[in-house]
């Protein structure tokens, strides 16, 4: 991360600058994939469809994986707060602490972490442990979120890895803690009967 940094300014200019700005429509498009409104209505509404089913697995997993990603954007408001980075686009570019204290933080100061990145990456490291065949789709879609920050100039190399970090480790430190509960096959756990094992 250090090393990240200091190359930071040099990475994002060049990001930035390449390709034709006319591409700033496609990333605009990718970076709205990590809205944390939208990432957090991902999970809410199978919480809602296994409510209206009576499903109490799949709705309290929805709700467990959305109030996840929201604690991930939380949790990177905070970080936001404490930082107080100046974005590439503020004159102190870079820079940490700008304006401390920042609380509230201004857009111009916001810049560690990335947000979009955060939840995108929550999302996706969820979206993978649900759908584990599908997990290199999500990754890759979350990893062109945080692509797309730097190239729109918005953020900083190190703030969009340090948001893949936090909402990677979140998402995986939640589901470690609760893990996912299965559904008991019919017969399955029963208590056998006397003379069959």
């Known amino acids: 991360m250090p090393l990240v940094?200091?190359?930071d300014p040099r990475l994002q200019m060049a990001l930035s600058t390449w390709p034709a700005p006319a591409l700033n429509i496609f990333w605009q498009a990718i970076s709205s994939l990590g809205n944390?409104?939208?990432?957090?209505?991902?999970?809410?509404?199978?919480a809602l469809w296994g409510g209206w089913r009576r499903d109490r697995v799949l709705r309290n997993k929805g709700l467990l994986d959305a109030a996840t990603v929201a604690g991930a954007g939380?949790?990177?408001?905070i970080l936001k707060n404490v930082a107080c980075r100046a974005r590439p686009s503020a004159p102190e570019a870079g820079a940490f602490f700008s304006n401390f204290p920042c609380f509230p933080a201004e857009y111009a100061y916001a810049s560690f972490p990335?947000?979009?990145?955060?939840?995108?990456?929550?999302?996706a490291v969820i979206l993978a442990l649900w759908y584990p065949r599908w997990a290199g789709v999500w990754l890759s879609m979350a990893a062109l979120v945080g692509l797309s920050r730097v190239m729109l100039g918005s953020h900083f190399p190190s703030d969009v890895l340090a948001g893949a970090l936090l909402g990677t480790g979140l998402a995986l430190a939640v589901h470690a803690a609760c893990p996912a509960p299965r559904r008991v096959p019919p017969?399955?756990?029963?208590?056998p009967r006397e003379g069959k094992l």
Do not use: K, N, R, Y
């Open 36 to 46: 944390g409104g939208l990432d957090i209505g991902i999970f809410l509404v199978p």
């Open 114 to 123: 990335s947000g979009h990145t955060t939840t995108a990456f929550a999302a």
């Open 74 to 77: 939380a949790l990177d408001q």
């Open 5 to 7: 940094v200091l190359e």
């Open 187 to 191: 017969g399955h756990g029963a208590i």
